[in-house]
């Protein structure tokens, strides 16, 4: 699905006309590629993260000159006065990040926190990140990482994905990071060598980008969509060289036969990625009961069912990830889906909930709540919503389907261990639930 105000933005006259009425201009972002390292990062501030993260930093591949990423360690502002080195640092820097840059401010978790004071100070970087990221502009973004005491070292997987062009379309995103073990890959390029991930709804859409990634990354991936998408679902599994798996998840014995799959084909697997999800908006009044009942089967209680198999047959490996699909929508709400929004909250409640319970297992999960993204769900909206989804986010434009399968596959990591009970947006930091 093309954007042709985007592709008419980037064309001499319509660059021109962009500027002179003030319209949105949608810049191009920088995504994944090999050889598209980012240049060289400032990092500044005096917490207990900074030194762990020059190390980091000092590992990671750099090219090219001026600022592209900028990175400042606030764990160490104790009350509201320190907040100053904020300004201090970042004003004099701001301004000189190269497009598609990328700004990480690095916090203590508040909630973690031994006084009021610095639980307040710590609690406001939130709202400085958050307004960066919608000011920075030109396909520049702002995160916030909370890192727990003693997961000073587990933060490496989360600053690769943050500083990349693996995340151009995240943002504003405050992201919390625990202590546990790290699982460091030989290759960071392919982190997922030797492991079975499972991908439900991979058939087409953004199934298909989740497949296609997390093969990149080395998997062997198992497609999995109904019997009705076999032949679509063939062809993933084939581009992908992984294995097709037809199965409808609402049926009674689907979880049966999937616990079955894994223990006969596989002993067990790795990754599992709930995104199949199904829309049937009506507003409530006008909404059949099939409509409310199936949307809420296929998005939230499918899940439920997977995830409680796959946790009492063990059925997940060591260090093994669940990574399910919300939605902005579940977070903010959206007229005519009262049944797809309250799927799609649960779901968000279902990562909370079990977080706990999943770490006890040495598993984590998460969730991802892309906005608007180009596919053909999008592509059937009325055109007025649909340009008003694709340009209210700070950067003006869609997401593809492979934004967020490279988010999945940050979550999906084994050197992801301390990243579990996250809900990451990939909205382009959405004006909606903002
Ligand atoms: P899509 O309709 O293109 O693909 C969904 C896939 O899920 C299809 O291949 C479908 O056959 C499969 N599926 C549906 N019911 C199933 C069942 N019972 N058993 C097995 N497979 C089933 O949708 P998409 O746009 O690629 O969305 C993927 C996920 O992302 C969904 O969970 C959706 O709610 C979520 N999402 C999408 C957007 C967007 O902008 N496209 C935004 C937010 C969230």
Request: aromatic share 2%.
């Given at each position: 699905m093309t954007d042709r105000y985007a592709t008419f933005a980037h064309s001499g006259a319509g660059r021109f006309l962009v500027k002179r009425l003030g319209l949105p201009d949608p810049p191009k972002l920088r995504r994944y590629g090999l050889g598209n390292e980012f240049g060289p990062v400032t990092l500044g501030g005096s917490g207990r993260l900074a030194e762990p993260t020059r190390h980091i930093l000092d590992k990671l591949p750099t090219a090219g000159e001026g600022t592209s990423a900028v990175v400042f360690d606030?764990?160490?502002?104790?009350?509201?006065?320190?907040?100053g080195a904020l300004y201090d640092f970042f004003h004099p820097v701001i301004r000189s990040v190269r497009p598609s840059g990328r700004v990480i401010v690095l916090g203590a978790p508040p909630e973690l926190c031994t006084s009021a004071r610095e639980a307040t100070a710590q609690r406001a970087l939130e709202g400085f990140v958050r307004s960066l990221g919608k000011e920075i502009g030109r396909g520049s973004t702002a995160q916030l990482v909370y890192v727990a005491p003693?997961?000073?070292?587990?933060?490496e997987s989360t600053l690769r994905f943050l500083l990349?062009?693996?995340?151009?379309?995240?943002?504003g995103q405050v992201i919390r990071i625990g202590p546990a073990a790290v699982d460091v890959p030989d290759d960071w390029d392919r982190p997922l060598v030797g492991k079975t991930a499972i991908v439900t709804g991979?058939?087409?859409g953004i199934g298909a980008a989740i497949a296609g990634v997390l093969t990149r990354e080395g998997a062997h991936v198992v497609c999995l969509d109904v019997p009705a998408a076999g032949e679509d679902l063939s062809r993933v599994a084939n581009e992908n060289k992984g294995t097709a798996l037809q199965l409808d998840?609402?049926?009674?014995?689907a979880p049966r036969r999937l616990a079955d799959f894994i223990a006969t084909r596989?002993?067990?697997?790795d990754v599992f990625v709930h995104n199949a999800g199904i829309t049937r908006d009506k507003t409530l009044g006008k909404m059949s009961a099939e409509q409310w009942a199936s949307v809420i089967d296929v998005n939230l209680a499918s899940q439920e069912r997977i995830n409680d198999v796959l946790l009492a047959e063990r059925l997940?490996?060591?260090?093994g990830r669940i990574v399910a699909v919300s939605s902005v929508s579940g977070i903010a709400g959206n007229r005519g889906q009262t049944n797809y929004a309250t799927s799609k909250a649960g779901v968000i409640g279902l990562v909370q909930a079990t977080a706990g319970a999943v770490a006890e297992h040495g598993l984590t999960i998460n969730a991802v709540a892309p906005g608007f993204i180009e596919t053909k769900m999008t592509a059937a909206m009325p055109m007025f919503l649909r340009e008003s989804g694709r340009r209210?986010?700070?950067?003006?434009q869609g997401g593809l389907p492979v934004d967020v399968a490279e988010t999945i596959a940050w979550l999906a990591?084994?050197?992801?261990?301390?990243?579990?009970g996250n809900v990451v947006r990939v909205c382009g930091q959405s004006l909606l639930g903002a």
């Open positions: 606030a764990s160490g502002i104790a009350d509201s006065t320190g907040l003693g997961a000073e070292e587990a933060t990349s062009g693996r995340s151009a379309y995240v943002s991979a058939a087409r998840l609402t049926a009674e014995d596989h002993v067990h697997a997940l490996g060591d260090n209210l986010n700070s950067l003006a990591s084994p050197a992801s261990g301390g990243v579990n």
